[in-house]
């Protein structure tokens, strides 16, 4: 054999444990068709981290206008992606190194599966006892007519200037953090989801109150709708896009034409105009169109038909090892079907199990409470048990903490920030709910404090650094405590 293991993709689900499989002796070469270190380092998590920062500065600003507040901080789109992109393009350099430094092989190519032991690599092809899928996951783009018009998350997170009127198809994690962008930069943006609600595994009186922020900054929410065309048209102008979609919600019992020019009022061009249309008779205008639809699987091309592997739109299935139907072929991070949250946390953490689990007699895999956060502005968080279960059940009991409200301009005058704490009968915390402009650093805490079973008499006995959110909302917890 050539190599001990082959990993099919570059980003954290396959270095990240190779790493350990090399340290061992075993011989590695990694695969990768594109930029070395994946999507998180050069087209999501990175460039999404990095664009969304000064527009959390400004509304934490924001928070104090009538309280000091002087002037207005107004960021610099294309500065800012000046930036973005210089510093995501050094990215890819820097794992190239990291992989010479962990003596990994680097293979440049797409890789594809010819039997259980050969991956081929251009005109190339390399033997190895096992193979571990790493694709990970690519954005859906709907069949639809003028899907071409459709733009990814990989597009806006590389736009030279911000669209004034964006139209984002769906409200998961990329269609409601883009309007979280769009609506602090003071632009316009239609959201059309398909079913009743968005960001659907989030707490949904949290995700409720993030739209209503939303909605007062010109963001528009359109529920149980289904896009079925996109027109361009260079032509089209709108003044009053809220006033547009009322004209053609009172058109849609009427024979009349949706796109009847005589419909629309005229002001506000666009240098490019598209106009997407719904089964409904829903008719929007923007300049920009955002497919927000979630992600599928990327292995559509890399020969699992010759190994008898078959995939969902959820990918490659998994048993408790990442390992598939066939034996010597796993399949780790965003690509493996296991049934928990795909982030590039959980990634991470399968990478390193797998990596571990190679060199011999392994466990099954096992997974700590993992936190998942909408970086929406205010952020919404999640960890552990959520309220919507415990609210159901009689063994638990859900406390609400609001702690922004109590601690208000210590807390950079955040009145909103809150949580909900679910704990058991025993008073163990076992998850909570957050939103706050830092929720994620709160989620981190109650992760911690769940995974190594703080109780909250120990808690109580702990000093905190003051003023903070997470230590104003830990003061808080004594009140369940001593149930006051």
Known sequence: M??????????????????????????????????????????????????????????????????????????????????????????????DGKYKEYDLDVAHGEGYIVDEHTVRVGDKTFTTDKIVICTGLKPIIPDIKGKEYLHD???????????????????????????????EAGLEADVIIRGNMALKFFH????????????????????????????????????????????????????????????????????????VNCDSGLSLTGDYVIAAMGRTANVDTIGLENVGLDYTKAGIKVNNYLQTAVPNIYACGDIADTGIAKLVTVAIHQSKYLGKALLGDAEEIVYPV??????????????????????????????????????????????????????????????????????????????????????LEELDNMIYAFPSSSSVCLYKLHNIHYKF
Not at 51 to 65: Q, R, S, V
Not at 154 to 181: C, N, Q, R, W, Y
Not at 401 to 418: A, C, H, M, P, V
């Open 2 to 95: 050539d190599y001990d293991v082959i990993y099919i993709g570059s980003g954290n689900a396959s270095w990240q444990g190779a790493r350990f499989l090399r340290k061992e002796g075993l011989k590695i070469l990694i695969i990768e068709k594109s930029l070395y270190g994946g999507t998180c380092a050069n087209r999501g998590c990175n460039s999404k981290a990095l664009l969304d920062a000064p527009y959390e500065i400004k509304a934490f600003a924001d928070n104090f206008e009538g309280y000091g507040k002087s002037g207005n901080f107004e960021v610099d789109w294309p500065a800012l992606m000046k930036l973005k992109r210089k510093r995501i393009a050094n990215m890819a350099p820097f794992l």
């Open 153 to 183: 998350s990989t597009d806006f997170l590389d736009i030279e200037e911000l669209p004034k009127h964006a139209i984002i198809i769906g409200g998961g994690f990329v269609g409601m953090e883009f309007a979280s962008i769009l609506a």
């Open 204 to 275: 949904q009186p949290y995700v409720q109150n993030v739209i209503e922020i939303l909605k007062e900054k010109n963001i528009r929410f359109h529920f149980n709708e289904t896009v079925n065309e996109v027109i361009k048209d260079d032509s089209v102008v709108i003044e009053n896009p809220e006033e547009r979609v009322n004209i053609f919600e009172n058109a849609q019992n009427t024979d009349d034409d949706l796109r009847d020019p005589d419909a629309k009022v005229d002001n506000k061009a666009y240098e490019n105009a598209f106009t």
């Open 370 to 455: 993992v936190p998942a956060v909408a970086y929406t502005i205010p952020r919404i968080a999640t960890v552990g048990v959520p309220a919507y279960i415990a609210e159901q059940s009689d063994e638990y009991d859900v406390h609400r903490i609001r702690y922004g409200k109590s601690y208000s301009l210590e807390l950079k005058n955040d009145t909103r920030s809150e949580a909900k704490v679910i704990v058991d009968k025993d008073l163990n915390i076992v998850g909570a709910e957050i939103y706050a402009a830092d929720a994620e650093n709160v989620a981190n805490m109650f992760t911690f404090i769940i995974n190594q079973k703080i109780t």
